[in-house]
């Protein structure tokens, strides 16, 4: 006998996305706290500071904390991090108002890009999700945590780690990489593990997140 698709997508949304806790002491997770000019659709924009750009993180080139970061522009090789928004290309704004990219060097000595925040875990933390376009290692107090790719959309995939081990802990969490990012929270599910028999369930389960999360 097979369920309806309402009910096994009831079931998928109450196995994996019960309620998500508060964020611990981070901040601006979904960059939704920008402060930055308007630039006219069409036109670039120029940069700013990191404070305003993605307040309460910090922006890494090659390593080293950079006090500046570019707004609605792109890199012509060399490393840089942007904040995109609110006037700029709707495939590049991967929810809300603003997303951060990440772009490594193309040109000249290989040069990493990332972002980080220091603060605490909350408590009932189990893992950690967010939307990205490209490749990233993610670390915690210099800890590795591993991802593995939820699902995907046109524009996007969803990735996922373990964070339970730092549960309640306080230290920093550094995004590296290239590609767009977005969306980053903690939740009090785990990660799951795709596998065949649960592939349906994990497609529903991707649906109705992406339309709680845009409900927010």
């Known amino acids: 006998m097979r369920l309806p698709f309402t009910a096994t997508l009831v079931a998928a949304l109450a196995l994996l996305v019960a309620d ?20 006219p659709a069409g036109q670039y924009g120029s940069d700013v500071a990191v404070s305003n750009g993605v307040p309460g993180w910090d922006v890494y080139i090659g390593g080293f904390p950079r006090s500046t ?3 609605n522009n792109m890199s012509l090789g060399g490393a840089e991090v942007a904040i995109y928004g609110p006037q700029w290309l709707p495939n590049q704004i991967l929810e809300g108002n603003y997303t951060v990219s990440l772009q490594p060097s193309t040109a000249g000595p290989p040069t990493t890009t990332a972002i980080g925040q220091t603060g605490r875990v909350p408590a009932t933390a189990e893992s950690l999700m967010f939307y990205g376009t490209g490749a990233y290692t993610v670390t915690f107090a210099g800890q590795p945590i591993p991802l593995v790719a939820l699902g995907s959309t046109s524009t996007y995939t969803i990735f996922g780690g373990d964070i339970s081990t730092f549960a309640n802990q306080t230290g920093e969490l550094l995004l ?6 977005d969306a980053i929270q903690f939740s009090s599910q785990r990660t799951p593990e795709p596998s065949i028999f649960g592939l349906f369930t994990l497609g529903a389960l ?8 845009r409900r927010q």
């Open 20 to 39: 998500a806790p508060a964020q611990g002491t981070f901040q601006n997770l979904d960059f939704e706290a920008a402060n930055v000019p308007i630039v």
């Open 176 to 181: 590296q990489g290239g590609g767009l990012l």
């Open 206 to 213: 991707l649906v109705g997140w992406c339309a709680l999360r």
């Open 69 to 71: 970061m570019i707004h």
